[in-house]
């Protein structure tokens, strides 16, 4: 059974670095895209970005200069870095397992919350 | 990107049939048969229902089918019952290699 666990500072201040890591365990980590995607409170979901297991990616454009999602199949893990966090920032943010020709996420993480506040 | 334009809300009574729609452009939903379906419980991740605009992932319920025509995809849920009350959303690969959301759709068991 493949299973996401990922983890990360829940809070940060304005200006600070969000970091958050997805491990993948039960399943090949090779022919999939692996997703960062978030939900700020009460809204709908926004996809970050993407990795491949050759580290090829793809972002979002509205986050792009903000963002980097970077690999480690050493160890069956993706990790996402934005940088120069605001309070519209705050979600919860997921990771996911997303199929090579159609990106649909079939595996999910169980969501982070992540909270921006002075 | 823009996000995917779907209806903000929908409701239904149980037994019933509703049908939820998503409109892109053609440099996504027009382009690709590549939407993706999902149902999101409160609190939840989301679990995929529907991918490639028609198929099922196994497990999910016969009731729930996809389809799409022009820049205009669709969920269609037969059979309603208390526990598809959540909302949904689609998604759909687009032609700058990148993934759009639509808003999302809370739909209502009446």
């Known amino acids: 059974q493949v299973q996401l666990q990922q983890w990360g500072a829940g809070l940060l201040k304005p200006s600070e670095t969000l970091s958050l890591i997805c491990a993948v365990s039960?399943?090949?980590?090779?022919?999939?895209?692996w997703n960062w995607i978030r939900q700020p409170p009460g809204k709908g979901l926004e996809w970050i970005g993407e990795i491949n297991h050759s580290g090829s990616t793809s972002y979002n454009p509205s986050l792009k200069t903000r963002v980097t999602i970077s690999i480690d199949t050493s160890k069956n893990q993706f990790s996402l870095k934005l940088n120069s966090v605001t309070a519209a920032d705050t979600a919860v943010y997921f990771c996911a397992r997303g199929y090579w020709n159609d990106r649909s996420s079939d595996y999910w993480g169980q969501g982070t919350l992540v909270t921006v506040s002075s | 990107q823009s996000a995917l334009t779907q209806p903000a809300s929908v409701s239904g009574s149980p037994g019933q049939s509703i049908t939820i729609s998503c409109t892109g452009t053609?440099?996504?939903?027009?382009?690709?048969?590549?939407v993706s379906w999902y149902q999101q419980h409160p609190g939840r991740a989301p679990k995929l229902m529907i991918y490639e605009v028609s198929n099922r992932p196994s497990g999910v319920s016969n009731r729930f089918s996809g389809s799409k025509s022009g820049n205009t995809a669709s969920l269609t849920i037969s059979g309603l019952q208390a526990e598809d009350e959540a909302d949904y959303y689609c998604?759909?690969?687009?032609?700058?290699?990148?993934?759009?959301f639509g808003g999302g759709t809370k739909l209502t068991v009446l």
């Open positions: 998604s759909s690969y687009t032609t700058s290699s990148t993934l759009v």
């Open positions: 039960g399943g090949s980590f090779s022919g999939y895209y």
């Open positions: 053609s440099s996504d939903v027009g382009r690709y048969d590549y």
